[in-house]
């Protein structure tokens, strides 16, 4: 049913051979039953980490979690994690239990988990270990807790942005009970630290199914996104899951509506890193920004941005425009106008212009980083559409920018 990596197999089987049970387990599961290929693999067991320990004596370990009985072992050059069967203490903080006991039934283990498609466990002596349903629900696209949704949400709140990621990735609906338990329980966020937020938040908004969730569940979004309504959320929902997937695509069409200023202190709050944030402003500036298909300013807004990013802000405006068709049409103008001065500048760099260096320096110009200053004009110039490559009129054009700038650019450079 499931083929199990060489390395998992070494440490299963190893633990086995000792005496103990050991099963894959959780969301290494969970993706070989959808036909995916896991990025980590956990491995559970009744053998206590003492134990564990013990039986890896002649393989390195790590205690990466020993106090709740986890302990990290490296076959094959990859640290597969050996968790001991346990139950829950009380979570005082609502993220991480205060104290675990340490049990030897799989199913209590399993118990403790916060979704059914979570909570199954397998090795190829017993097959698939599955008391709660959890291979039903995947075959049936739904997310539901282990258990008591209130309870497991009240335990760890984030495992209400779980829900909606899972949900999100997958494709999957939250179950009724879970549902309502996550809306219910939304405000517990506040207990838990910004950077796990976000980082669900990323997968939330990431994931092919962002616009559904938003649109379903803008309170619980609204309370991970500190400053942005739920009406703001719900609007954006359709044009964030048209929209391109990466981060700041999606992050900024979510805070179109709050403009850069609002979207940058929304930013700041998250504790995104520096470049995430300053791409997403400057798409959410773009966003907010009147265009217009003229081959100067379309130009300008190349040069600032760059072709990548700037193709990728006419594919957000035509994501936000749908249904627009005043929009629609300006912005394919522009995505014309941007063609054209794609295609011209594979004909026109700064050695085939018609003027160089020396023709600049005739007109009296200071030699040095003045020059290239004003061919550089000059290029965009022509570029855009407002100077013809010819030499007369490109001298002419550099006269002016001299008669503007001084002819060594000390007035523009202000020194």
């Known amino acids: 049913m499931i083929d199990l990596p060489q390395d998992v197999l070494l440490v299963t089987g190893m633990l086995r051979r000792a005496g103990f049970e050991a099963r894959a387990v959780g969301g290494c599961v969970r993706d070989s039953l959808l036909g995916l290929v896991p990025h980590d693999w956990d491995v559970c067991t009744d053998a206590r980490p003492e134990s564990v320990k013990e039986v890896f004596r002649d393989l390195k370990t790590y205690s990466t979690g020993s106090r709740h009985g986890t302990v990290g072992v490296r076959a094959d050059g990859r640290i597969i994690e050996v968790t001991t069967y346990r139950t829950d203490g ?31 466990a397998y090795c190829p002596e017993e097959g698939l270990t599955d008391p709660f349903g959890g291979r039903e629900d995947l075959e049936a696209g739904i997310i539901r807790c282990v258990g008591e949704p209130e309870r497991r949400f009240e335990e760890d709140a984030l495992r209400i942005l779980r829900a909606l990621r899972f949900s999100s990735r997958y494709g999957f609906r939250v179950e009724e009970r879970t549902a309502r338990a996550a809306t219910a329980g939304r405000r517990r966020l506040g207990a838990v630290s910004v950077e796990r937020v ?12 962002a616009g559904d969730i938003l649109e379903v569940f803008p309170e619980i979004i609204s309370c991970a996104l500190p400053g942005v309504t739920p009406d703001e959320i719900r609007c954006a929902a359709a044009a964030v899951g048209a929209s391109p997937g990466d981060i700041c695509s999606r992050l900024a069409m979510l805070l179109r509506a709050a403009g850069a200023e609002r979207a940058k202190g929304v930013l700041e709050r998250l504790r995104c890193d520096k470049k995430t944030a300053r791409d997403t402003i400057e798409l959410v500036e773009g966003l907010c920004a009147t265009l217009k298909p003229e081959p100067v300013i379309i130009r300008k807004l190349i040069s600032k941005l760059g072709k990548e990013r700037f193709d990728r802000l006419i594919s957000l405006r035509e994501a936000a425009a749908r249904g627009d068709e005043d929009e629609l049409s300006v912005l394919e103008g522009i995505k014309k106008a941007a063609d054209s001065l794609y295609a011209l500048e594979g004909r026109i760099t700064m050695k085939t212009l018609a003027v160089g260096g020396d023709d600049v320096l005739s007109l009296g110009a200071a030699s040095g980083p003045f020059v290239g200053r004003i061919l550089r004009s000059l290029l965009d110039g022509v570029l855009g559409g407002s100077i013809p490559n010819e030499k007369a009129a490109l001298m002419r054009a550099a006269e002016r920018f001299m008669l503007e700038h ?8 202000g020194n």
């Open 90 to 120: 009380p979570y005082s903080d609502n993220r991480r239990p205060d104290s675990v006991t340490f049990v030897a039934s799989l199913e209590e283990d399993l118990a403790r988990r916060d979704f059914t498609i979570n909570a199954m």
């Open 198 to 209: 976000f980082e669900e938040l990323k997968g939330i908004i990431t994931g092919p199914g």
């Open 406 to 413: 001084g002819r060594s650019g000390v007035l523009r450079d």
